[in-house]
């Protein structure tokens, strides 16, 4: 398992020290936020999660802590080598909010150890996007390129994931994922993939087409074995909404994009309504469906600990609903509050869902109202809303790993067309810098 990490490290020393263009300097980022996302969600060693909560590391979580710590050690010399290229403030949003205030509550959290590395996590993963937001803002062109190729490797390796479990699979009758992976979450890897292949098309991405729609296909019959039904509606919200935006500029294409979707998926529920629902409901029973597959009473719970004023506003300390739910009878197969709401008010508090709420809305509205309308805003908008949609009933967005790994890669054309428009310094010398160095 160190082998891995041993190859990444080589890989992204050795991109971060070439010299050329932006994107040639800056070509390690896409890598580490894959890294990132996949050393987070992978779990290959099973440990007892109320003993990691109080500090007892396995050899995985030190991978995972050893890769955070190289990928801050190259955002800090990279942000230095850029800050002296282009010494100018960039926008940052609301994107700190949610990760200071996890790390804050480190203060009053019932696992301290474990409340200060997840929540470091998540500074780590707003840090690297900031990073892209600052190239961004100095080179857009180059911006924009290292955001199409962190969603190109994602789709690539999720692609590799996704073949290497086809195969590997003994039933495909179950609910289907890879190595190391549960089904919700392989189904939200394969979920984020397909929109970015539908919505950045071919040209964009530039993916030939004699492996784009290959992938297409295959995403598909993942998603459709994963049998996940959050993201099964996140996916149709996510192509309703990214067919909407792209036709911002087109309204006639707009409107009658979005009722042939409409029309057309109406249509198949109807011809498939039988199989539909049996494929929909698993085999479980109507009151399993009822509870959500046991969350409401899970969320009752949570939400019945919080007694005092200062737990309802700050909550147990960001990650110890783990410990609050996992050392209560009945709820042990919980590990965390199965909705980012819940996980954020039960960790931090109203104040923490404030915060995570406020982010949210300000990236809506800046991707939403960008003057500089394009595919990525698109891309981004369509892969918030397929978030949106299953967060009620999941975690992710709360956590590090690919939740929040994407909630921050979003801010990127968010941010860095904002920062576009701020007053520039010194931008004659600025691109004399460029030319010559670069």
Do not use: C
């Amino acid at each position: 398992m160190f082998g891995p990490l041993f190859v990444l490290g080589l890989i992204l020393l050795d991109l971060n020290g070439r010299k050329g263009t932006l994107v040639d300097r800056f070509g390690w980022i896409p890598w580490a936020w894959v890294a990132l996302l996949l050393v987070t969600d992978l779990r290959l060693i099973n440990a007892d999660p109320l003993a990691v909560a109080a500090g007892a590391a396995n050899v995985q979580h030190l991978i995972q802590i050893a890769a955070y710590a190289l990928v801050t050690v190259l955002v800090v010399r990279a942000r230095s080598t850029i800050i002296g290229l282009f010494p100018r403030p960039v926008p940052k949003g609301l994107l700190l909010a949610f990760p200071l205030v996890a790390v804050a509550s480190a203060a009053w959290s019932l696992i301290p150890i474990y409340t200060v590395v997840r929540a470091l996590q998540l500074v780590v993963l707003a840090l690297l996007a900031l990073l892209v937001v600052r190239i961004w803002a100095s080179d857009p062109d180059a911006g924009e390129e290292i955001f199409a190729r962190m969603l190109r490797l994602f789709v690539q390796v999720v692609s590799i994931l996704a073949v290497i479990g086809l195969a590997t699979a003994e039933n495909l009758g179950d609910r289907f994922t890879w190595l190391g992976m549960h089904p919700g979450v392989t189904a939200t890897y394969t979920g984020a993939a397909l929109l970015i292949l539908i919505l950045g098309g071919r040209s964009w991405l530039r993916f030939p087409g004699y492996t784009y729609w290959p992938r297409l296909l295959l995403f598909g019959v993942v998603i459709y074995l994963a049998q996940t039904r959050s993201v099964l509606a996140g996916i149709v919200i996510g192509i309703g909404v990214g067919l909407w935006f792209k036709g911002r500029d087109k309204p006639i294409a707009r409107y009658l994009g979005v009722a042939y979707y409409l029309i057309g998926g109406l249509l198949f529920v109807l011809a498939t309504s039988l199989q539909l629902t049996g494929y929909l409901t698993r085999g479980e029973t109507a009151e399993s469906i009822a509870s959500l597959s046991g969350r409401i009473p899970l969320w009752e719970f949570a939400i019945g600990q919080l007694e005092s004023v200062q737990e309802w506003a700050l909550g147990f300390g960001y990650g110890s609903s783990r410990l609050v739910l996992l050392a209560s009878p009945g709820f042990q197969w919980a590990g965390s509050a199965h909705s980012t709401w819940v996980e954020v008010l039960l960790g931090i508090g109203v104040v923490g869902f404030v915060a995570t709420a406020a982010t949210i809305v300000a990236l809506v509205f800046t991707l939403s109202r960008s003057q500089a309308f394009g595919r990525p805003n698109v891309i981004a908008l369509s892969i918030l809303a397929f978030f949106l949609m299953a967060s009620p009933i999941s975690e992710g967005m709360a956590l590090p790993g690919i939740g929040f790994g994407f909630l921050a890669l979003l801010h990127v054309p968010a941010l860095g067309k904002r920062a576009l428009r701020l007053p520039r310094h010194r931008p004659d010398r600025a691109r004399a810098d460029v030319r010559t160095r670069g």
